[in-house]
């Protein structure tokens, strides 16, 4: 049997979005159900500053009443030991882990440092929800990696599309021209009559500037605002979801 297909232990996986509502949550969620249903151990870790909704969303199993703030609170010496994590994880269905921030603290660099290096001593896999914000100074462990995906969500309007500019420019001036190669921007349709906007447009403007365009089509599951259940998502948006994988290992890997 071949080894399941995803990026390296030691490399996050980076979703942010154009403006909110882009679709950075439920694109986490979706790549971490799909390596968590390859066999993968993977972590979606919130990474907006003051909290967000990803275990609200996601944790159809088990909903942790445990935060970041508390988990790095309670570890000693910046180490996070195996019971505090399992503590504050939440469950997908899938079985893909989730910290998610209650609020109460804004985030800071040393989180994501304790955070990485612990799902590193354990070479579990993470996709961090970022938001719509790249440029936060606590943002920068996860930054320095030279090969870390980056996933742009944008909605299918043309006001997201505009707006895509300044989000591409971001992503180039903080990464580099390679950290743009890296960006796979993610179309999600949020109408349920149909593609509102050509996204032939945008593939002839960005041209070869990012690695690829992926696009996740209108699903009533995610419409409904219901906490995801990875089963009752729509067959393509499945695949869709495969797809946007499938992209982030290659261009992570170049």
Known sequence: ??????????????????????????????????????????????????????????????LSEIGIEQLITSVRGGIISDEAFIQASSHTGTNARLLHRLGTTLAREADYVAIEDYLRSRRASAVYD???????????????????????????????????????ESIGNLLGDAGL???????????????????????RYLGDKIWSIEQIPYDQHLGSGVVINYEELAP???????????????ASEG
């Open 1 to 62: 049997m071949s080894k399941p297909t995803w990026v390296k232990p030691a490399v996050p996986v980076l979703v942010t979005g154009v403006c909110g509502g882009s679709g950075c949550t439920t694109t986490t969620l979706g790549l971490a159900n799909v390596a968590a249903t390859r066999g993968i151990s993977i972590v979606g870790v919130e990474a907006n500053p003051a909290g967000g909704d990803l275990a609200d969303r996601g944790a159809d199993a088990v």
């Open 130 to 168: 970022i938001g719509h914000r790249l440029q936060p100074s606590y943002l920068a462990p996860l930054l320095k990696s030279s090969l870390a995906p980056v996933i742009l969500t944008v909605p299918c309007r043309v006001d997201a599309f505009n707006r895509m500019r300044s989000s591409l």
């Open 181 to 203: 190669k890296r960006t796979v921007v993610t179309i999600s349709n949020q109408a349920a009559e149909g593609w509102p906007v050509d996204i032939g447009v945008l593939e």
């Open 236 to 250: 393509a948006t499945i695949a869709a979801y495969e797809k946007l994988a499938a992209a982030a290992v290659a």
